[in-house]
T-cell receptor
């Protein structure tokens, strides 16, 4: 599985934007960039995914570097309910499994 | 919004006993998965299932584990003879284009 690198943890102030970086320098042309998050004692929750172009949905935005070697998940306005572990995962379109790393523990400060 | 459901939410069993964890995937999804997460560790892939057969399995998924889709709606994970180290959260997921996870079953083996 292609590897991703994320900070172990980040802090953010409530109601401010949060930018979560992810490096994936060995990404291949068929790898999609997926983001999931896991709130305490819950299952992983799908956030967003993309291939080359930036993507927006109701939860977040995904900015993908032109060379695709890094990406940034953007939460536009952090709330206390956004405190979670965020996972950046590469998944080949032909590969079944999601390979979770340790993720980035996001703490939201009121 | 459709979601993956899992039962039971908690299961306590004695070492050596058989357990069956149940999942109801999202109805139009064709790909099904089991993952587990030992307390404090990463989410780990166990097995994927498509067209009534296993499509991929990890090294964790040994002969003690089996999966079944006994009818049109349920997807089960059976552990034949549980060990202490099987204690974990077990997550079911299903996919059309993106994997969606259930809330998990917390298994405790005593």
């Amino acid at each position: 599985d292609a590897k991703t690198t994320q900070p172990n943890s980040m802090e953010s102030n409530e109601e401010e934007p949060v930018h979560l970086p992810c490096n994936h320098s060995t990404i291949s042309g068929t790898d999609y960039i997926h983001w999931y998050r896991q709130l305490p004692s819950q299952g992983p929750e799908y956030v967003i995914h993309g291939l080359t172009s930036n993507v927006n949905n109701r939860m977040a935005s995904l900015a993908i570097a032109e060379d695709r070697k890094s990406s940034t998940l953007i939460l536009h306005r952090a709330t206390l309910r956004d405190a979670a572990v965020y996972y950046c995962i590469l998944r080949d379109c032909g590969n079944n499994r999601l390979a979770f790393g340790k993720g980035n523990q996001v703490v939201v400060i009121p | 919004e459709p979601e993956v459901t899992q039962t039971p939410s908690h299961q306590v069993t004695q070492m050596g006993q058989e357990v069956i964890l149940r999942c109801v995937p999202i109805s139009n999804h064709l790909y099904f998965y089991w993952y587990r997460q030992i307390l404090g560790q990463k989410v780990e892939f166990l097995v994927s299932f498509y067209n009534n057969e296993i499509s991929e399995k990890s090294e964790i998924f040994d002969d003690q584990f089996s999966v079944e889709r006994p009818d049109g709606s349920n997807f089960t994970l059976k552990i034949r003879s549980t060990k202490l180290e099987d204690s974990a959260m077990y997550f079911c997921a299903s996919r059309e284009k993106t994997q969606y996870f259930g809330p998990g079953t917390r298994l405790l083996v005593l």
